[in-house]
């Protein structure tokens, strides 16, 4: 199968995408769009294949969303106007430790590997976690390693929903224990196996964004031969 497309329309697919500002509060992402960003999640690469997320959907009419405006003064726009809100959660040390539960069964029930096989890629995690990433140090380095990865899908998200000409911005802006106290309130958020990320909001533009500004590509790339 050819999955070769034009680099012009990855480009401007590229270009398209901004950080929305402001939603069309009278369009919605269709279900089979909204499944198909969820879908470049899902199929995004990890460490070691591990997965450390979970992707939590806020749709447009959950109560929720203004019980998270208090605490996520970034999202304010998108909880207004978005189609859709996604919270995404990284797993904690608890779970991605080399030794947990949660290893075992990425490897034996989704990785689906021999029991020699599995044996000999712990050890290799447990390298990588102590030895060369130093991930053992302090569950906030272990977490902030697993929520670096959640980026890696929010990204092919964002890019996913831009090739389908749906518009998103991803939020920073909120204090991450004051949405953690309300997802834990809600019966939504485990915190002994996953903490907040990140967000996103996916719609439609109601308004036209300003010309897009990056540096000079030869300003950020070095060349070594």
């Given at each position: 199968?050819?999955m ?7 480009i ?7 950080a ?13 769009d909204?499944?198909?960003?969820l ?11 591990f ?14 969303r203004?019980?998270l ?7 304010h726009r998108?909880?207004e106007?978005a189609?859709h809100?996604?919270?995404l959660?990284a797993r904690?040390?608890?779970d991605m430790?080399y030794n ?14 021999p029991?020699?096989?599995a044996?000999?890629?712990?050890k290799?995690f447990?390298?990588?976690?102590m030895?060369q990433?130093e991930l ?13 990865q959640?980026?890696?899908?929010l990204?092919n998200?964002?890019?996913a929903?831009a090739?389908l000409g749906?518009?998103s911005?991803?939020?920073e802006g909120?204090h ?5 106290d309300?997802?834990?309130q809600e ?6 196996h ?9 719609g439609?533009r109601?308004?036209?964004p300003?010309?897009k500004t990056r540096q000079?590509?030869d300003?950020?790339v070095?060349w070594?031969n």
């Amino acid at each position: 199968m050819d999955m070769r497309i034009a680099n012009e329309t990855i480009i401007e697919a590229f270009n398209y995408r901004y950080a929305c500002k402001k939603f069309d509060t009278n369009r919605e992402v269709s279900p089979e769009d909204f499944a198909t960003i969820l879908e470049a999640g899902r199929l995004s690469p990890s460490s070691f294949g591990f997965e450390p997320w979970k992707f939590v959907v806020v749709e447009k009419h959950a109560k929720l969303r203004d019980k998270l405006s208090p605490v996520a003064w970034g999202a304010h726009r998108s909880l207004e106007g978005a189609s859709h809100l996604v919270i995404l959660l990284a797993r904690t040390k608890a779970d991605m430790i080399y030794n947990s539960d949660y290893i075992t069964k990425m490897m034996t029930e989704i990785h689906h590997l021999p029991s020699e096989a599995a044996e000999g890629m712990r050890k290799a995690f447990e390298n990588f976690q102590m030895e060369q990433f130093e991930l053992l140090e302090s569950d906030r380095a272990m977490f902030d390693w697993a929520s670096k990865q959640t980026y890696i899908a929010l990204g092919n998200m964002l890019t996913a929903a831009a090739l389908l000409g749906i518009d998103s911005c991803p939020i920073e802006g909120f204090h991450r224990q004051g949405v953690e106290d309300v997802l834990k309130q809600e019966g939504i958020l485990d915190t002994a196996h996953f903490g907040v990320s990140v967000m996103a909001g996916f719609g439609y533009r109601a308004e036209e964004p300003r010309p897009k500004t990056r540096q000079k590509l030869d300003d950020i790339v070095q060349w070594v031969n």
